[in-house]
Every structure is written in C-alpha cells, then in structure tokens.
C-alpha cells in the first residue's frame, strides 16, 4: 500500500488551497493509511531485538499509536464527541469489521479454520470488563438528581487509573506469567511481513519519522472533519464512530485480514481482538490523562448510552461466533453484518 503515499503532498496542497473539507479530509485519511503501517512494521522490527516480552509491549504501545495521534489532535481541535466515537468505532472496528473480513476471506480458502479457544475467552472476558468500566460514569451521570462535575470527574480520573492498571496486569498475563494461553500455532509471535532484519538505527529512524508524518496528517484530518460531516450531512460522532476509527486501524486491521488469508488464525484473532482491548484498557485511559495537558478541559469518559448497548452486544455477539475455536466464511458474514447495522444506526440516529 506504499502507492497511497502519494495521497501526502496531494492532501498538503488541497489543504493550503481551501479545498472543499471532503476532498482534504479522505485525501488525508487515505495518506495515513500506509503511514501506519510503516509505524507498526517498524515497531515489529525492534520487537525483534528486544525479546518476547517487550516486544510485545512495544507492539501494544506503537500499534495504535495512530489512534492516539489522531484523538490528540482532536481533542485540541475541542471535538470530544468525535473523540469518544472514534474510540467506541476503532474497538467495533477491529472486533467485528476486520475480524469478520479476515474469516470470510480466509473462509473461501480454507473450509474450516481454528484458533486456540483458551486465548479467545481471555479476550472476550476482558472486553466485557472494558465495556463494564465505559458504562460506570455515564451510569454516574444518569443516576444524578443534579450536575455533578466534581464527582464526576473524579470517578473518571479512577476509572482512567484502573483501566490503566488493569491493562498493565493483561500484559503481565499474557506474556509472562500464563503466555502459553496465547502461543500461536508454530510459535511464531509476531505478526510483521517476512524479510531481511532492519538495524535498529534503522527501525527508529522509521518509526519517528511516521510518527511525525501521521501527526501531520492527523491535523489536516481533524480540522477537515466538521467540515466534511457538516458537507456530507453526518453528525461529529458518527465521522469518528467510522471513518477516523477505520482509518486510525487500517494498518492493524490489514494485518488481521492478510492473517486469516494466510490461515494463521491465532494471529488473525490476536490481532484484531487484542487490539479492541488495548483501545479500551490503553488508548482510551491514555487519551483522558493526556486532554489534561492538551485540551480546552479534562476528557470525561461519557460515553453515550447507544454506544455503550452497541459495544456490549458487539461483545457478546463476538465471544459467540468465535468461542468455540473454529470460524468458517459465514461466521464473517455474521460479524460484518452486526458491524454494518451498528453503523447504519449511527448514520439515522446521528448517536
């Protein structure tokens, strides 16, 4: 996908031309699309020389590090809607859309396939544990006779800190202490293109320079998203519920996708679940502390209702279709289908 680097300078020029918001905004998202890439192959080749387990930490770090770039960006931009939707979209994303591509792409190749089902409870036992801890401060909120902004923002500033705590004990479990629930078939543990090793100088240089390049991008992005919903007649949320979390993910969900087509489904699952859990235990936490510093006020995790019963039958809906360790072309269905309805929903309801 390097081609779509040329949607850079293409999105730069529309940008200082005063193009039309659609045009900056899609010529933009399409140039952070091989960018993130380049963030998460980087980060795989320094996986592999520090080991296992800060490898793998570094993967759940830089992996969505263009989630985290885009949400900084738009919560200076003041867009804390769009910010909350996209967190809500990149978890749908990975957990129903790309997971239900890499099935049913996987699922024309090869009749049946199978996954380790021991590590596909622990994911979805945790997913319901995030989607628990986005429901306790709107819970909070509505339970409230009158405004509470005090109480309320320390409940959120708890939660941040147990989300936090509770994602450094998940990587404790899975790459220390139990990692042989999440071994994947041949033990191979990363999920980066085959090739010659880089040097470190090398996969540094690569990965500040994408990181720069995606913030870039990221601010010509956001500022071109109210303009582009506004154009398009769609609402804050539903621009980050699907389009800034779709392309915040693409170089994950890619990867997903390119796994199951190569029947490696534990990769395939690990990648796209462990990615909703890092969103919600990591990326979400993250961004709240960091609005501290960046935004007009402290991100507040008040999600809205809709979001919060769609993310929880999302869940649900999950750990059924993929509970018992195998997955077929029609499992996909069933998961693009439950992600098309969600994003219908939010199109008419503007959530």
């Known amino acids: 996908m390097n081609w ?10 529309l940008d200082r031309m005063g193009a039309s918001p659609p045009l ?35 993967n759940s770090t830089f992996g969505n590090a263009p989630e985290v770039i885009i949400g900084v960006v738009a919560l200076r931009a003041g867009l804390f809607d769009m910010v909350l939707a996209s967190l809500v979209g990149a978890i749908l994303a990975n957990l129903l859309l790309a997971l239900g591509v890499a099935f049913f792409l996987g699922g024309l190749r090869y009749r049946d396939q199978s996954f380790r089902p021991e590590a596909t409870r622990a994911y979805v036992s945790m997913m319901l544990l995030a989607v628990t801890s986005m429901a306790v401060p709107s819970a909070l909120q509505s339970l409230s006779e009158g405004p509470a902004p005090a109480a309320g923002g320390r409940l959120n500033l708890a939660v941040t800190i147990i989300l936090l705590a509770t994602y450094g004990l998940y990587v404790l479990f899975m790459l220390k202490t139990h990692k042989h629930l999440f071994a994947t078939e041949g033990g191979q543990e990363g999920h980066g293109d085959e090739g010659p090793r880089w040097s470190v100088a090398r996969a540094l240089g690569t990965l500040a320079a994408a990181s720069v390049l995606a913030a870039w991008m990221s601010e010509i992005l956001v500022g071109a998203a109210e303009g582009t919903g506004e154009s398009l007649g769609l609402s804050k949320a539903f621009v980050g519920l699907v389009f800034l979390a779709i392309v915040g993910g693409a170089a994950e969900s890619g990867s997903a996708i390119a796994m199951g087509r190569a029947n490696r489904m534990d990769l395939a699952v690990s990648i796209a679940v462990g990615s909703s859990i890092q969103i919600a235990l990591f990326v979400a936490p993250l961004l709240v502390l960091l609005s501290y510093a960046v935004a007009p006020r402290p991100l507040l995790l008040l999600f809205p209702k809709v979001l919060v019963a769609t993310t929880f039958i999302s869940v649900i809906v999950a750990g059924v279709v993929i509970g018992d360790g195998k997955s077929n072309w029609f499992k996909g269905v069933q998961l693009v289908v439950v992600y098309s309805l969600i994003a219908l929903l939010a199109y008419y309801v503007g959530v």
Do not use: C, K, M, N
Not at 27 to 37: D, K, T, Y
Not at 41 to 51: F, I, K, N, S
């Open 4 to 13: 779509l680097l040329v949607f850079v300078p293409v999105a730069v020029v």
């Open 24 to 58: 900056v905004f899609f010529a933009a998202a399409l140039a952070i699309v091989p960018i993130a890439s380049w963030i998460v192959r980087a980060t795989e080749q320094l996986a592999t020389y520090t080991g296992d387990a800060v490898g793998g930490l570094l």
